[in-house]
Protein backbone atom coordinates (compact mmCIF):
# COMPACT_ATOMS: atom_id res chain seq x y z
CA UNK A 1 0.00 0.00 0.00
CA UNK A 2 1.60 3.75 -0.75
CA UNK A 3 3.07 5.35 1.71
CA UNK A 4 3.18 8.56 0.15
CA UNK A 5 1.74 10.83 -2.98
CA UNK A 6 4.06 12.24 -5.53
CA UNK A 7 2.18 14.80 -7.72
CA UNK A 8 3.25 17.03 -10.75
CA UNK A 9 2.42 18.48 -13.77
CA UNK A 10 2.81 18.21 -17.45
CA UNK A 11 2.36 21.61 -18.10
CA UNK A 12 5.03 22.68 -15.31
CA UNK A 13 7.65 20.40 -16.66
CA UNK A 14 6.94 22.00 -20.09
CA UNK A 15 7.22 25.64 -18.85
CA UNK A 16 10.96 24.81 -17.42
CA UNK A 17 11.76 23.46 -20.52
CA UNK A 18 11.07 26.15 -22.32
CA UNK A 19 12.23 28.49 -20.10
CA UNK A 20 15.63 26.01 -20.06
CA UNK A 21 15.69 26.12 -23.64
CA UNK A 22 15.31 29.95 -24.33
CA UNK A 23 18.17 30.60 -21.38
CA UNK A 24 20.59 28.61 -23.88
CA UNK A 25 20.05 30.42 -26.80
CA UNK A 26 20.80 33.24 -25.36
CA UNK A 27 23.48 31.88 -23.43
CA UNK A 28 24.99 30.48 -26.28
CA UNK A 29 25.07 27.00 -24.51
CA UNK A 30 23.87 24.01 -26.64
CA UNK A 31 20.00 23.15 -26.55
CA UNK A 32 21.28 19.34 -25.32
CA UNK A 33 23.42 20.14 -23.14
CA UNK A 34 20.46 22.58 -21.33
CA UNK A 35 17.85 20.25 -21.48
CA UNK A 36 19.91 18.04 -19.08
CA UNK A 37 20.09 20.22 -16.31
CA UNK A 38 16.11 20.00 -16.32
CA UNK A 39 14.44 16.99 -13.63
CA UNK A 40 12.48 14.56 -15.66
CA UNK A 41 9.38 14.12 -14.76
CA UNK A 42 8.06 10.14 -13.63
CA UNK A 43 5.50 9.30 -16.11
CA UNK A 44 3.52 6.50 -15.15
CA UNK A 45 3.84 3.47 -16.62
CA UNK A 46 0.65 2.29 -18.66
CA UNK A 47 1.11 -1.55 -17.72
CA UNK A 48 0.58 -0.61 -13.78
CA UNK A 49 -1.61 1.97 -14.19
CA UNK A 50 -3.86 -0.48 -16.27
CA UNK A 51 -3.32 -3.26 -13.69
CA UNK A 52 -4.20 -0.45 -11.03
CA UNK A 53 -7.34 0.34 -12.80
CA UNK A 54 -8.29 -3.58 -13.11
CA UNK A 55 -7.94 -3.72 -9.32
CA UNK A 56 -9.96 -1.06 -8.13
CA UNK A 57 -12.80 -2.47 -10.09
CA UNK A 58 -12.32 -6.01 -8.41
CA UNK A 59 -12.89 -4.28 -5.18
CA UNK A 60 -15.86 -2.91 -5.99
CA UNK A 61 -16.82 -6.39 -7.27
CA UNK A 62 -16.06 -7.61 -3.57
CA UNK A 63 -18.37 -4.90 -2.57
CA UNK A 64 -21.32 -5.16 -5.04
CA UNK A 65 -22.21 -7.87 -5.67
CA UNK A 66 -20.14 -9.71 -3.30
CA UNK A 67 -20.51 -8.51 0.10
CA UNK A 68 -23.86 -7.84 -0.63
CA UNK A 69 -24.53 -11.17 -1.70
CA UNK A 70 -22.72 -13.03 1.29
CA UNK A 71 -24.21 -10.88 3.96
CA UNK A 72 -27.38 -11.07 1.98
CA UNK A 73 -27.91 -14.73 2.11
CA UNK A 74 -26.73 -15.09 5.61
CA UNK A 75 -29.98 -12.84 6.93
CA UNK A 76 -33.55 -13.79 6.91
CA UNK A 77 -35.36 -13.65 3.83
CA UNK A 78 -37.59 -10.70 4.89
CA UNK A 79 -34.29 -8.55 5.73
CA UNK A 80 -32.85 -9.59 2.09
CA UNK A 81 -33.06 -6.54 0.51
CA UNK A 82 -32.69 -4.52 3.50
CA UNK A 83 -28.96 -5.44 3.87
CA UNK A 84 -28.08 -5.26 -0.04
CA UNK A 85 -29.53 -1.80 0.06
CA UNK A 86 -27.65 -0.82 3.18
CA UNK A 87 -24.25 -2.14 1.29
CA UNK A 88 -24.83 -0.46 -1.63
CA UNK A 89 -25.68 3.14 0.01
CA UNK A 90 -22.84 2.79 2.11
CA UNK A 91 -20.49 2.32 -0.63
CA UNK A 92 -21.77 5.09 -2.23
CA UNK A 93 -21.92 7.37 0.48
CA UNK A 94 -18.20 6.38 1.32
CA UNK A 95 -17.33 7.36 -2.32
CA UNK A 96 -18.52 10.69 -2.12
CA UNK A 97 -17.16 11.49 0.77
CA UNK A 98 -13.79 10.04 0.29
CA UNK A 99 -13.46 12.68 -2.73
CA UNK A 100 -14.71 15.57 -0.83
CA UNK A 101 -12.61 15.32 2.01
CA UNK A 102 -11.70 11.72 2.79
CA UNK A 103 -8.41 11.09 0.52
CA UNK A 104 -7.52 14.98 2.16
CA UNK A 105 -7.97 13.63 5.94
CA UNK A 106 -5.95 10.44 4.83
CA UNK A 107 -3.23 11.35 2.60
CA UNK A 108 -2.87 14.80 2.86
CA UNK A 109 -0.19 16.81 1.21
CA UNK A 110 0.24 18.23 4.59
CA UNK A 111 -0.13 16.42 7.85
CA UNK A 112 0.87 15.05 11.32
CA UNK A 113 1.34 11.58 13.00
CA UNK A 114 -2.67 10.85 13.34
CA UNK A 115 -4.62 13.09 10.14
CA UNK A 116 -4.03 14.97 7.19
CA UNK A 117 -5.37 17.89 5.13
CA UNK A 118 -4.67 20.24 1.80
CA UNK A 119 -6.78 18.35 -1.04
CA UNK A 120 -9.95 19.37 0.04
CA UNK A 121 -12.60 18.28 -3.02
CA UNK A 122 -9.32 16.92 -4.93
CA UNK A 123 -8.37 20.79 -5.34
CA UNK A 124 -4.62 19.76 -5.66
CA UNK A 125 -5.45 16.68 -8.27
CA UNK A 126 -5.35 17.03 -11.89
CA UNK A 127 -5.22 14.49 -14.78
CA UNK A 128 -1.74 14.60 -15.01
CA UNK A 129 -0.76 14.06 -11.05
CA UNK A 130 0.90 10.95 -10.15
CA UNK A 131 1.51 9.23 -6.94
CA UNK A 132 4.64 7.35 -5.94
CA UNK A 133 4.62 3.41 -5.59
CA UNK A 134 7.51 1.36 -4.08
CA UNK A 135 10.10 1.36 -6.33
CA UNK A 136 11.23 4.67 -9.03
CA UNK A 137 7.53 4.34 -10.41
CA UNK A 138 4.25 6.35 -10.45
CA UNK A 139 0.84 5.84 -11.09
CA UNK A 140 -1.86 8.11 -12.32
CA UNK A 141 -3.04 9.64 -8.94
CA UNK A 142 -6.76 9.62 -9.98
CA UNK A 143 -6.30 5.69 -10.38
CA UNK A 144 -4.70 5.41 -7.19
CA UNK A 145 -7.14 7.83 -5.61
CA UNK A 146 -9.99 5.77 -6.78
CA UNK A 147 -8.36 2.42 -5.76
CA UNK A 148 -8.09 3.98 -2.18
CA UNK A 149 -11.46 4.83 -2.48
CA UNK A 150 -12.92 1.77 -3.37
CA UNK A 151 -10.98 0.66 0.13
CA UNK A 152 -12.97 2.93 2.07
CA UNK A 153 -16.04 1.54 1.27
CA UNK A 154 -15.94 -1.94 1.88
CA UNK A 155 -14.62 -1.05 5.21
CA UNK A 156 -17.79 0.55 6.20
CA UNK A 157 -19.74 -1.78 4.44
CA UNK A 158 -18.17 -4.72 6.78
CA UNK A 159 -19.76 -3.11 9.42
CA UNK A 160 -23.18 -3.58 8.97
CA UNK A 161 -22.72 -7.38 9.41
CA UNK A 162 -22.82 -6.82 12.99
CA UNK A 163 -25.87 -4.68 12.98
CA UNK A 164 -28.04 -6.68 10.43
CA UNK A 165 -31.49 -6.51 10.69
CA UNK A 166 -32.18 -3.96 13.30
CA UNK A 167 -30.58 -0.83 12.35
CA UNK A 168 -32.38 2.11 10.89
CA UNK A 169 -31.37 3.12 7.24
CA UNK A 170 -31.19 6.54 7.87
CA UNK A 171 -29.06 6.18 10.91
CA UNK A 172 -27.11 3.51 8.93
CA UNK A 173 -25.93 6.88 6.44
CA UNK A 174 -25.30 9.24 9.61
CA UNK A 175 -23.35 6.87 11.50
CA UNK A 176 -20.95 5.99 7.91
CA UNK A 177 -20.46 9.57 7.40
CA UNK A 178 -19.30 10.36 11.08
CA UNK A 179 -17.53 6.99 11.28
CA UNK A 180 -15.69 7.39 8.09
CA UNK A 181 -14.51 10.86 8.93
CA UNK A 182 -13.16 10.03 13.20
CA UNK A 183 -12.13 6.56 12.50
CA UNK A 184 -11.54 4.92 8.92
CA UNK A 185 -9.63 8.04 7.67
CA UNK A 186 -7.04 8.72 10.47
CA UNK A 187 -6.09 5.45 10.98
CA UNK A 188 -5.87 4.94 7.28
CA UNK A 189 -3.32 7.63 7.54
CA UNK A 190 -1.48 6.40 10.66
CA UNK A 191 -0.67 3.09 9.09
CA UNK A 192 -0.38 4.13 4.82
CA UNK A 193 0.88 7.69 4.75
CA UNK A 194 4.49 8.92 4.94
CA UNK A 195 4.74 10.98 8.83
CA UNK A 196 1.74 8.82 10.13
CA UNK A 197 1.98 6.98 13.70
CA UNK A 198 2.24 3.46 12.98
CA UNK A 199 3.93 3.91 9.25
CA UNK A 200 6.68 5.63 11.11
CA UNK A 201 6.74 2.84 13.36
CA UNK A 202 7.34 0.40 11.06
CA UNK A 203 4.39 -1.60 11.28
CA UNK A 204 3.58 -3.98 8.47
CA UNK A 205 0.32 -3.81 6.96
CA UNK A 206 0.33 -4.42 3.03
CA UNK A 207 -3.15 -4.39 2.44
CA UNK A 208 -5.22 -3.47 5.48
CA UNK A 209 -5.20 -5.97 8.57
CA UNK A 210 -5.64 -2.89 10.61
CA UNK A 211 -6.88 -0.53 8.47
CA UNK A 212 -9.94 -2.73 6.88
CA UNK A 213 -10.61 -5.52 9.02
CA UNK A 214 -9.32 -4.60 12.85
CA UNK A 215 -11.12 -1.32 12.24
CA UNK A 216 -14.40 -2.50 11.11
CA UNK A 217 -14.47 -5.94 13.81
CA UNK A 218 -14.09 -3.41 16.59
CA UNK A 219 -16.65 -1.04 15.55
CA UNK A 220 -18.89 -3.49 14.26
CA UNK A 221 -18.31 -5.17 17.77
CA UNK A 222 -18.67 -1.63 19.59
CA UNK A 223 -22.05 -1.03 17.66
CA UNK A 224 -23.81 -4.18 17.89
CA UNK A 225 -23.56 -3.25 22.03
CA UNK A 226 -24.66 0.04 21.19
CA UNK A 227 -28.07 -1.17 19.29
CA UNK A 228 -28.85 -4.16 21.29
CA UNK A 229 -29.22 -7.85 20.68
CA UNK A 230 -32.33 -8.68 17.70
CA UNK A 231 -36.20 -9.33 19.31
CA UNK A 232 -35.66 -13.47 19.69
CA UNK A 233 -32.07 -13.58 20.14
CA UNK A 234 -30.57 -16.35 20.69
CA UNK A 235 -33.58 -18.48 21.82
CA UNK A 236 -35.61 -17.98 18.34
CA UNK A 237 -33.49 -19.82 15.69
CA UNK A 238 -32.07 -17.28 12.86
CA UNK A 239 -30.73 -19.55 10.35
CA UNK A 240 -29.47 -18.10 7.14
CA UNK A 241 -32.53 -18.02 4.49
CA UNK A 242 -29.97 -18.56 1.12
CA UNK A 243 -26.39 -20.25 1.25
CA UNK A 244 -26.54 -20.21 -2.11
CA UNK A 245 -26.55 -16.78 -2.59
CA UNK A 246 -23.81 -16.77 0.31
CA UNK A 247 -21.89 -19.06 -1.27
CA UNK A 248 -21.89 -16.78 -5.07
CA UNK A 249 -21.44 -13.89 -2.70
CA UNK A 250 -17.88 -15.70 -1.02
CA UNK A 251 -16.37 -16.79 -4.60
CA UNK A 252 -17.22 -13.19 -5.84
CA UNK A 253 -15.25 -11.76 -2.73
CA UNK A 254 -12.70 -14.09 -3.24
CA UNK A 255 -11.89 -13.18 -6.78
CA UNK A 256 -12.10 -9.54 -5.91
CA UNK A 257 -9.87 -9.96 -3.34
CA UNK A 258 -6.78 -10.35 -5.72
CA UNK A 259 -7.24 -6.62 -6.79
CA UNK A 260 -7.42 -6.35 -3.02
CA UNK A 261 -4.60 -7.54 -2.30
CA UNK A 262 -2.26 -8.12 -5.14
CA UNK A 263 -3.42 -4.34 -6.27
CA UNK A 264 -1.83 -2.67 -3.01
CA UNK A 265 1.50 -3.24 -4.30
CA UNK A 266 0.67 -0.47 -6.68
CA UNK A 267 2.32 -2.33 -9.50
CA UNK A 268 2.48 -5.75 -11.69
CA UNK A 269 5.61 -7.25 -10.67
CA UNK A 270 6.88 -9.79 -8.84
CA UNK A 271 5.65 -8.84 -5.11
CA UNK A 272 2.25 -8.82 -6.46
CA UNK A 273 2.35 -12.40 -7.81
CA UNK A 274 3.65 -13.06 -4.09
CA UNK A 275 0.59 -11.58 -2.75
CA UNK A 276 -1.51 -13.37 -5.04
CA UNK A 277 -0.33 -16.55 -4.54
CA UNK A 278 -0.44 -16.20 -1.07
CA UNK A 279 -4.19 -14.93 -1.54
CA UNK A 280 -4.78 -18.42 -3.43
CA UNK A 281 -3.49 -20.59 -0.78
CA UNK A 282 -4.12 -19.19 2.92
CA UNK A 283 -7.39 -18.83 1.81
CA UNK A 284 -7.42 -22.32 0.79
CA UNK A 285 -5.73 -23.41 3.56
CA UNK A 286 -8.26 -21.39 6.03
CA UNK A 287 -11.26 -22.99 4.10
CA UNK A 288 -10.73 -26.48 4.94
CA UNK A 289 -9.77 -25.92 8.14
CA UNK A 290 -12.73 -24.24 9.31
CA UNK A 291 -14.33 -27.63 8.19
CA UNK A 292 -11.95 -29.95 10.20
CA UNK A 293 -12.93 -27.90 12.99
CA UNK A 294 -16.48 -28.33 12.48
CA UNK A 295 -15.64 -32.21 12.13
CA UNK A 296 -13.55 -32.52 15.15
CA UNK A 297 -16.35 -30.35 17.29
CA UNK A 298 -18.71 -33.43 16.29
CA UNK A 299 -20.56 -32.12 13.30
CA UNK A 300 -20.74 -32.52 9.34
CA UNK A 301 -18.33 -29.92 7.51
CA UNK A 302 -20.73 -27.28 6.19
CA UNK A 303 -21.09 -25.09 3.41
CA UNK A 304 -21.60 -22.33 5.61
CA UNK A 305 -18.23 -23.60 7.58
CA UNK A 306 -16.62 -23.32 3.81
CA UNK A 307 -17.66 -19.62 3.41
CA UNK A 308 -16.67 -19.03 6.56
CA UNK A 309 -13.16 -20.36 6.30
CA UNK A 310 -12.39 -18.62 3.11
CA UNK A 311 -13.10 -15.47 4.58
CA UNK A 312 -11.22 -15.88 7.78
CA UNK A 313 -8.38 -17.12 5.15
CA UNK A 314 -8.77 -13.76 3.09
CA UNK A 315 -8.79 -11.54 6.40
CA UNK A 316 -5.45 -12.71 7.74
CA UNK A 317 -3.75 -12.51 4.49
CA UNK A 318 -4.61 -9.35 4.07
CA UNK A 319 -1.52 -7.91 5.74
CA UNK A 320 0.63 -10.88 5.31
CA UNK A 321 0.52 -10.61 1.35
CA UNK A 322 2.95 -9.59 0.19
CA UNK A 323 4.87 -10.09 3.62
CA UNK A 324 5.06 -13.53 3.75
CA UNK A 325 6.08 -16.47 1.59
CA UNK A 326 3.29 -18.85 0.54
CA UNK A 327 3.87 -21.93 3.43
CA UNK A 328 4.31 -18.97 5.63
CA UNK A 329 0.93 -18.08 3.94
CA UNK A 330 -0.91 -20.99 4.75
CA UNK A 331 0.23 -21.55 8.13
CA UNK A 332 -1.42 -18.25 9.07
CA UNK A 333 -4.71 -19.24 7.05
CA UNK A 334 -5.05 -21.96 8.99
CA UNK A 335 -4.06 -20.89 12.27
CA UNK A 336 -6.53 -18.00 11.59
CA UNK A 337 -9.50 -20.29 10.11
CA UNK A 338 -9.13 -22.35 14.01
CA UNK A 339 -8.96 -19.08 16.08
CA UNK A 340 -12.10 -17.55 14.40
CA UNK A 341 -13.99 -20.40 14.45
CA UNK A 342 -13.57 -21.27 18.47
CA UNK A 343 -14.76 -17.57 18.43
CA UNK A 344 -17.61 -17.75 16.21
CA UNK A 345 -18.64 -21.34 17.53
CA UNK A 346 -17.61 -21.25 21.18
CA UNK A 347 -16.65 -17.80 22.35
CA UNK A 348 -19.70 -15.38 21.15
CA UNK A 349 -22.65 -18.22 22.41
CA UNK A 350 -20.84 -18.40 25.55
CA UNK A 351 -20.57 -14.22 25.80
CA UNK A 352 -23.93 -14.08 24.44
CA UNK A 353 -23.51 -10.86 22.56
CA UNK A 354 -25.32 -10.63 18.76
CA UNK A 355 -23.04 -9.90 16.18
CA UNK A 356 -25.07 -10.81 13.90
CA UNK A 357 -23.01 -12.27 11.19
CA UNK A 358 -20.23 -12.39 12.57
CA UNK A 359 -17.99 -9.31 11.37
CA UNK A 360 -16.08 -9.20 14.22
CA UNK A 361 -15.67 -12.52 14.94
CA UNK A 362 -14.36 -13.08 11.35
CA UNK A 363 -12.83 -9.95 10.30
CA UNK A 364 -12.15 -8.37 14.16
CA UNK A 365 -10.12 -11.62 15.12
CA UNK A 366 -9.01 -12.83 11.87
CA UNK A 367 -7.19 -9.06 11.73
CA UNK A 368 -5.95 -9.47 14.61
CA UNK A 369 -4.46 -13.11 14.25
CA UNK A 370 -3.11 -11.80 10.72
CA UNK A 371 -1.82 -8.29 11.55
CA UNK A 372 0.08 -10.47 14.62
CA UNK A 373 1.27 -13.19 12.74
CA UNK A 374 2.44 -10.37 9.89
CA UNK A 375 5.51 -10.29 11.61
CA UNK A 376 6.05 -13.89 12.14
CA UNK A 377 5.86 -15.07 8.62
CA UNK A 378 7.57 -11.84 7.36
CA UNK A 379 10.96 -13.57 8.65
CA UNK A 380 13.67 -14.68 5.88
CA UNK A 381 13.83 -18.28 7.84
CA UNK A 382 10.18 -18.65 7.17
CA UNK A 383 10.76 -18.18 3.69
CA UNK A 384 9.04 -14.23 3.98
CA UNK A 385 10.90 -11.12 2.42
CA UNK A 386 12.70 -9.37 5.06
CA UNK A 387 16.21 -8.71 5.21
CA UNK A 388 18.94 -10.53 6.94
CA UNK A 389 19.08 -7.58 9.66
CA UNK A 390 15.45 -8.73 10.24
CA UNK A 391 14.64 -9.29 14.26
CA UNK A 392 11.25 -11.22 14.57
CA UNK A 393 10.89 -9.97 18.54
CA UNK A 394 10.65 -6.52 17.75
CA UNK A 395 8.23 -6.48 14.40
CA UNK A 396 5.87 -8.91 16.79
CA UNK A 397 6.01 -6.11 19.62
CA UNK A 398 5.59 -3.09 16.78
CA UNK A 399 2.47 -4.90 15.27
CA UNK A 400 0.77 -5.73 18.39
CA UNK A 401 1.45 -1.76 19.33
CA UNK A 402 -0.31 -1.10 15.92
CA UNK A 403 -3.35 -3.65 16.67
CA UNK A 404 -3.39 -1.93 20.27
CA UNK A 405 -3.80 1.77 18.61
CA UNK A 406 -6.56 0.20 15.87
CA UNK A 407 -8.50 -1.36 18.64
CA UNK A 408 -8.51 1.15 20.81
CA UNK A 409 -8.98 4.38 18.27
CA UNK A 410 -11.40 2.30 16.64
CA UNK A 411 -13.80 1.71 20.09
CA UNK A 412 -13.33 5.37 21.16
CA UNK A 413 -14.16 6.51 17.74
CA UNK A 414 -17.18 4.39 17.06
CA UNK A 415 -18.86 5.24 20.25
CA UNK A 416 -18.60 8.84 19.33
CA UNK A 417 -20.60 7.92 16.35
CA UNK A 418 -22.72 5.77 17.56
CA UNK A 419 -23.69 8.10 20.44
CA UNK A 420 -24.04 10.93 18.28
CA UNK A 421 -26.33 9.34 15.95
CA UNK A 422 -28.76 8.12 18.47
CA UNK A 423 -29.46 11.06 20.11
CA UNK A 424 -30.15 12.31 16.37
CA UNK A 425 -31.71 9.33 14.70
CA UNK A 426 -32.10 6.86 16.54
CA UNK A 427 -30.34 3.75 16.14
CA UNK A 428 -33.04 1.03 15.85
CA UNK A 429 -36.19 0.39 13.77
CA UNK A 430 -39.10 -0.13 15.69
CA UNK A 431 -40.17 -3.89 17.61
CA UNK A 432 -42.70 -3.54 14.35
CA UNK A 433 -40.58 -2.93 11.63
CA UNK A 434 -38.09 -5.41 12.80
CA UNK A 435 -40.73 -8.46 13.24
CA UNK A 436 -42.20 -7.55 9.65
CA UNK A 437 -38.92 -7.10 8.28
CA UNK A 438 -36.92 -4.03 7.36
CA UNK A 439 -37.44 -4.89 3.35
CA UNK A 440 -40.94 -3.89 4.07
CA UNK A 441 -40.19 -1.39 6.89
CA UNK A 442 -37.75 0.81 5.46
CA UNK A 443 -38.11 0.09 1.84
CA UNK A 444 -41.06 -0.79 0.84
CA UNK A 445 -40.10 -3.36 -0.94
CA UNK A 446 -39.68 -6.98 -0.66
CA UNK A 447 -36.47 -9.50 -2.19
CA UNK A 448 -38.91 -12.04 -3.08
CA UNK A 449 -42.06 -11.91 -4.44
Known sequence: MIRKIACGTATLGASLFAAATAYAQEAGVPIAAATETVETLAVPNPGNNAWMMTSTLLVLMMILPGLALFYGGLTRSKNMLSMMTQIGATAALAMLIWVMWGYSTAFGPEGNAFFSWGNLFLSATTSDSTAATFSDEVISEYVFISFQMTFAAITAALILGATAERMKFSATMLFVTIWLTIVYFPIAHMVWAGGGLLFEMGALDFAGGTVVHINAGVSALVLSFLLGKRHGYPAEPMPPHSLTLTMIGTGLLWVGWFGFNAGSELEADGTAGLAMINTFVATASAALFWMLCEKFSGHKGSALGYCSGIIAGLVAVTPAAGNSGPFGAIVLGAIASIVCFIMVAKVKPALGYDDSLDAFGIHGVGGIVGAIGTGVVYAPSLGGPGGDDFMMG????????????????????????????????????????????????????????
Open 394 to 449: SQVITQIIAVLVAIGWAAVGTLIAGFVTKMITGLRVSPEVEMEGLDIGEHGERAYN
